[in-house]
């Protein structure tokens, strides 16, 4: 019994480590920012809160007509065979014409409908924009950590070329360390210049440089194999590397800055303290994109505007038919009561005592019928034709659209296809550089290549891994697009 408890316990322990790991993954994924920017954002809030005001119109349209009552009072008693008059009452209550209120409710439907969509749209963009604008903190992300790995690569030339310039005669026996062949692998100098970045440097955790295939230095060569001669050259070679570094120095500093308007943007879309920090995964990684052109085209049709305008349409349906029915006869029934005094008792009629005698003073009660007779009919077809009008608008409206987000679709993924190849023409380009590179600083290591293809090969690798980085932040921002116009993840 006593080890069952300890089993179930250490279970519950697990489970609750288990769901605080979760939960500590799920505030830096994008799902949790896209359902806090869902529960916080203004403007989507405000088109829900104009949805439920349109719902308060359903009841309001199907209601009946206020009754009307009127109350007249003689001044002066109004003599009358059956007594002196003193007051009229009259109750009445108007009905439309049968369906005029079943219409009625329906066009308010349709409205709150719209209204409904109109907040599906505001939130469709709103996903959108915080997608995009996290592929974009992420791509900064990958800038930085690549640009931070390269200046350590020019850091140990530095350091190659210093010895060299020392000991322009002797064995250096420096070791190159190649660069890093994951474009998302940490690097050591994020440390120090991601401390400003709001959840950046803990997020990378930089460490050094990967040390694979280190290049032994060997006898190497005089300084004159540099590009010049003596120390003079070894020199120039220092303070060369020092401008590579101070200009990817100040690079850094611009993705900084950068990084710290995105995250300004990216808070605001999510209605918080705009100097919060944003955490965003360690590597840019690819989504995947596997749907046929026939899935996307008949997903399209459950995009908001879509069914918007399809609201639209059948709300001037219901309002067409109810013009028709507001153009028949209305009907009321009511009732009229009317307060009498008894006359005097003197009357030289014969033929009229006993009557009079028997209603002298007895209230009248009159039951009405009221009709309206809608003779003016320029107006009720001026009304039908307007709605039928609005109807065609509609139509021709969502026709517009649908061809809008057709031609949207096609550019989207013509921009993803091209996006895909540059991430792998990048790639490739990369993996041959880096190739070049490993090569090229042996070359350098045995004097027999100069620091300006060495700078140059750096350069390269430093230009393609930053181009892939945007490629696939581009990538992934298209499929982002391609979710906003069918208005549902593909994941």
């Given at each position: 019994?006593?080890?069952?408890?300890?089993?179930?316990?250490?279970?519950?322990?697990?489970?609750?480590?288990?769901?605080?790991?979760?939960?500590?993954?799920?505030?830096?994924?994008?799902?949790?920012?896209?359902?806090?920017?869902?529960?916080?954002?203004?403007?989507?809030?405000a088109a829900f809160a104009g949805y439920?005001?349109?719902?308060?119109?359903?009841?309001?349209?199907?209601?009946?007509?206020?009754?009307?009552?009127?109350?007249?009072?003689?001044?002066?008693?109004?003599?009358?065979?059956?007594?002196?008059?003193?007051?009229?009452?009259?109750?009445?209550?108007?009905?439309?014409?049968?369906?005029?209120?079943?219409?009625?409710?329906?066009?308010?439907?349709?409205?709150?409908?719209?209204?409904?969509?109109?907040?599906?749209?505001?939130?469709?963009?709103?996903?959108?924009?915080?997608?995009?604008?996290?592929?974009?903190?992420?791509?900064?992300?990958?800038?930085?950590?690549?640009?931070?790995?390269?200046?350590?690569?020019?850091?140990?030339?530095?350091?190659?070329?210093?010895?060299?310039?020392?000991?322009?005669?002797?064995?250096?026996?420096?070791?190159?360390?190649?660069?890093?062949?994951?474009?998302?692998?940490?690097?050591?100098?994020?440390?120090?210049?991601?401390?400003?970045?709001?959840?950046?440097?803990?997020?990378?955790?930089?460490?050094?440089?990967?040390?694979?295939?280190?290049?032994?230095?060997?006898?190497?060569?005089?300084?004159?194999?540099?590009?010049?001669?003596?120390?003079?050259?070894?020199?120039?070679?220092?303070?060369?590397?020092?401008?590579?570094?101070?200009?990817?120095?100040?690079?850094?500093?611009?993705?900084?800055?950068?990084?710290?308007?995105?995250?300004?943007?990216?808070?605001?879309?999510l209605n918080r303290n705009q100097q919060?920090?944003?955490?965003?995964?360690?590597?840019?990684?690819?989504?995947?994109?596997?749907?046929?052109?026939?899935?996307?085209?008949?997903?399209?049709?459950?995009?908001?505007?879509?069914?918007?305008?399809?609201?639209?349409?059948?709300?001037?349906?219901?309002?067409?038919?109810?013009?028709?029915?507001?153009?028949?006869?209305?009907?009321?029934?009511?009732?009229?009561?009317?307060?009498?005094?008894?006359?005097?008792?003197?009357?030289?009629?014969?033929?009229?005592?006993?009557?009079?005698n028997s209603m002298n003073g007895k209230?009248?009660?009159?039951?009405?019928?009221?009709?309206?007779?809608?003779?003016?009919?320029?107006?009720?077809?001026?009304?039908?034709?307007?709605?039928?009008?609005?109807?065609?608008?509609?139509?021709?409206?969502?026709?517009?659209?649908?061809?809008?987000?057709?031609?949207?679709?096609?550019?989207?993924?013509?921009?993803?296809?091209?996006?895909?190849?540059?991430?792998?023409?990048?790639?490739?380009?990369?993996?041959?550089?880096?190739?070049?590179?490993?090569?090229?600083?042996?070359?350098?290591?045995?004097?027999?290549?100069?620091?300006?293809?060495?700078?140059?090969?750096?350069?390269?690798?430093?230009?393609?891994?930053?181009?892939?980085?945007?490629?696939?932040?581009?990538?992934?921002?298209?499929?982002?697009?391609?979710?906003?116009?069918?208005?549902?993840?593909?994941?």
């Amino acid at each position: 019994m006593k080890n069952k408890i300890i089993k179930y316990s250490l279970m519950w322990i697990a489970l609750w480590f288990s769901s605080i790991t979760i939960y500590a993954s799920e505030t830096d994924s994008l799902t949790y920012y896209l359902r806090m920017a869902a529960q916080n954002n203004p403007q989507v809030k405000a088109a829900f809160a104009g949805y439920k005001a349109s719902l308060e119109r359903i009841p309001q349209a199907g209601a009946y007509a206020d009754p009307e009552l009127e109350i007249g009072y003689f001044l002066e008693p109004m003599e009358t065979l059956m007594g002196k008059q003193k007051a009229d009452l009259t109750l009445m209550q108007m009905f439309p014409w049968f369906g005029t209120q079943k219409a009625a409710r329906t066009e308010a439907a349709e409205m709150a409908r719209m209204k409904y969509e109109e907040f599906r749209d505001s939130q469709n963009n709103l996903y959108y924009s915080v997608k995009s604008q996290w592929y974009q903190l992420c791509n900064l992300n990958e800038q930085y950590k690549n640009t931070a790995a390269n200046i350590e690569l020019l850091k140990q030339l530095e350091q190659l070329a210093i010895r060299r310039f020392s000991a322009p005669g002797s064995s250096a026996g420096v070791t190159v360390r190649q660069p890093v062949v994951s474009a998302g692998q940490n690097v050591s100098a994020a440390s120090s210049g991601m401390s400003g970045m709001s959840g950046m440097a803990t997020s990378s955790n930089v460490g050094t440089v990967s040390t694979t295939q280190p290049v032994s230095g060997g006898t190497m060569a005089p300084m004159a194999s540099m590009g010049s001669n003596g120390a003079t050259g070894g020199l120039s070679d220092v303070l060369r590397i020092q401008l590579e570094i101070s200009e990817l120095e100040n690079a850094l500093q611009t993705i900084h800055s950068n990084r710290i308007a995105a995250e300004a943007a990216f808070n605001a879309l999510l209605n918080r303290n705009q100097q919060l920090p944003v955490a965003v995964p360690d590597t840019l990684i690819q989504r995947t994109y596997m749907y046929t052109d026939q899935a996307v085209t008949d997903s399209l049709f459950s995009n908001p505007m879509l069914s918007m305008i399809d609201a639209e349409k059948r709300a001037y349906k219901a309002k067409a038919e109810m013009d028709k029915k507001m153009s028949y006869p209305m009907f009321g029934i009511g009732l009229q009561y009317s307060i009498l005094g008894k006359t005097s008792s003197g009357s030289s009629d014969m033929n009229t005592a006993v009557p009079m005698n028997s209603m002298n003073g007895k209230d009248m009660i009159m039951p009405m019928v009221k009709i309206s007779i809608p003779i003016f009919r320029k107006k009720y077809n001026a009304q039908q034709r307007e709605s039928a009008y609005y109807r065609q608008a509609s139509e021709l409206k969502y026709a517009d659209i649908l061809n809008i987000m057709m031609s949207d679709y096609s550019a989207l993924k013509q921009q993803l296809e091209e996006a895909s190849r540059k991430i792998t023409l990048y790639e490739k380009q990369y993996q041959l550089s880096l190739s070049t590179y490993h090569l090229i600083t042996r070359e350098f290591s045995a004097g027999s290549a100069t620091l300006t293809d060495v700078i140059g090969v750096e350069r390269q690798l430093l230009d393609y891994r930053l181009k892939k980085s945007e490629a696939v932040a581009d990538y992934n921002t298209r499929v982002a697009g391609i979710e906003k116009l069918i208005a549902r993840s593909l994941e």
